[in-house]
């Protein structure tokens, strides 16, 4: 089947230092990759996405690169802010017929002053 | 102007007891899915649908009942709540059939607590 795994948490940072977030996965098929983020209290929001192999997902500072040989979807950012204290989830959805996104177990970001 | 919206936001409730939540969409999107997330923050599908028809039930107890009137609106009804079910219920909605390149877009939530 379809998995994901995600480094475990949380990642304690202090403001702007370097955020890496290491995801890798398994598929049956060739998976699009996402990265979700998940805000206290509220519900996920598409952070970005890649839909083939070294294709390059940003948004907000955040990238992620799809590494098809070493099935990886690392997110990183240069400088985190305080602001970016979250839950992320790594997830992956096939690209043909009726798929549904399958995530990791999330990551807990927090940044401190 | 919201695009997922579930309603109610909280939910608490006895055992034994039944209960429903409401999600609608307003983006035009063909497909509506159920997620729950559990207390250590773990997201899990539970039901798709395209287009009003069922197309992925993950194994959920049958005391969960979905239902899509439309293709705006997709409920989801739990019969004889049990301590188990309390969790975070989540609905979304994509383009297509779910894979590709679409991302989905969630609702806010509803935190269901069974005492």
């Known amino acids: 089947g379809n998995s994901v795994t995600q480094m475990e948490g949380p990642v304690t940072l202090s403001e702007e230092a370097f955020l890496t977030i290491n995801c890798t996965y398994t598929a049956t098929g060739y998976p699009s990759l996402f990265w979700y983020v998940q805000y206290p209290g509220e519900g996920l929001q598409l952070l970005l996405k890649?839909?083939?192999?070294?294709d390059k997902g940003s948004n907000k500072g955040f990238e992620a690169t799809y590494r098809k040989e070493t099935t990886s979807f690392h997110l990183e950012k240069g400088s985190v802010q305080v602001s970016d204290s979250a839950v992320y989830f790594c997830?992956?959805?096939?690209?043909?017929?009726?798929?549904?996104?399958?995530f990791g177990k999330g990551t807990m970001l927090l940044v401190s002053p | 102007d919201t695009a997922v919206s579930q309603t109610p936001k909280y939910l608490v409730t006895q055992m034994g007891n039944d209960k429903s939540i409401k999600c609608e969409q307003n983006l035009g999107h063909d497909t509506m899915y159920w997620y729950k997330q559990d207390s250590k923050k773990f997201l899990k599908i539970m039901f798709s649908?395209?287009?009003?028809?069922?197309?992925i039930n993950e194994t959920v107890p049958n005391r969960f009942s979905p239902k899509s009137p439309d293709k705006a609106h997709l409920n989801l009804h739990i019969n004889s709540l049990e301590l188990g079910d309390s969790a975070v219920y989540f609905c979304?909605?994509?383009?297509?059939?779910?894979?590709?390149?679409?991302?989905?877009?969630f609702g806010s939530g509803t935190r269901l607590t069974v005492v």
């Open positions: 979304a909605s994509s383009q297509g059939t779910g894979g590709g390149n679409y991302g989905y877009t």
């Open positions: 649908y395209n287009n009003k028809e069922l197309i």
């Open positions: 890649a839909t083939k192999a070294d």
């Open positions: 997830a992956l959805s096939l690209r043909s017929g009726y798929s549904t996104l399958t």
